[in-house]
């Protein structure tokens, strides 16, 4: 079946720091893939997707390149603000499997980020 | 643009105690799903459903019932509420047959206690 597996966390940095948020999963064929970022007290909403292998996607500063040889697909950002401060989950939908509109989320990473 | 519209926001209730949360869309998606969101555990789905009149079960269907009588709602009724049940409830839609880039639109959430 579908996985994804996050870093655990808490990740703690500074503010203007590099961040990485590590996501592997396991699919056949080619599932997309999405980051979706949870605010504090608010629901998860899509950050950035990608579709296809060699595929990046960006937003808010955030980058994310589907990576098919290494089932990863990795959030990155090159300087991060106390705004960034959130819970950050890597989904997909694998059309290819059964049950295939059925999302699978990675546990949520929670970022701390201080001034 | 309204979204995916939950309400309660939150809810305190005793034990065996019945409610109903509700969750309201007005993008016309087929697919609708209620998780429910616990620390550490990440989101856990409780019931899906693809069309009005096809409801199934999730990881965690025990002590909840659904009904998809429109496409816009989803209710998600608790029985007879338990201490275990106390969560952060979300709502989320997503088109089928658009493509599995279709990312998911969450609500902002449910709060509930059980006392």
């Known amino acids: 079946g579908n996985s994804v597996t996050q870093m655990e966390g808490p990740v703690t940095l500074s503010e203007e720091a590099f961040l990485t948020i590590n996501c592997t999963y396991t699919?056949?064929?080619?599932?997309?893939l999405f980051w979706y970022v949870q605010y504090p007290g608010e629901g998860l909403q899509l950050l950035l997707k990608?579709?296809?292998?060699?595929d990046k996607g960006s937003n808010k500063g955030f980058e994310a390149t589907y990576r098919k040889e290494t089932t990863s697909f990795h959030l990155e950002k090159g300087s991060v603000q106390v705004s960034d401060s959130a819970v950050y989950f890597c989904?997909?939908?694998?059309?290819?499997?059964?049950?295939?509109?059925?999302?699978?989320f990675g546990r949520g990473t929670s970022l701390i980020v201080h001034p | 643009n309204a979204g995916v519209t939950q309400t309660p926001k939150f809810q305190v209730l005793k034990t065996g105690q019945s409610m109903t949360l509700q969750c309201a869309q007005d993008?016309?998606?087929?697919?609708m799903s209620w998780y429910r969101q616990d620390p550490g555990m990440g989101l856990r789905l409780i019931h899906y459903?693809?069309?009005?009149?096809?409801?199934d079960q999730g990881e965690v269907p025990n002590g909840y019932n659904v009904s998809r009588s429109t496409t816009e709602d989803f209710p998600l009724r608790l029985l007879s509420a338990a201490p275990s049940q106390t969560s952060v409830y979300f709502c989320?839609?997503?088109?089928?047959?658009?493509?599995?880039?279709?990312?998911?639109?969450f609500g902002d959430g449910t709060r509930l206690s059980i006392l």
């Open positions: 990608a579709t296809k292998a060699d």
């Open positions: 459903s693809v069309g009005a009149g096809i409801t």
């Open positions: 989320a839609s997503r088109p089928l047959g658009q493509g599995e880039d279709q990312p998911q639109h």
């Open positions: 699919a056949t064929g080619y599932p997309s």
């Open positions: 989904a997909l939908i694998n059309h290819a499997s059964g049950g295939s509109y059925i999302p699978t």
């Open positions: 993008m016309n998606h087929e697919y």
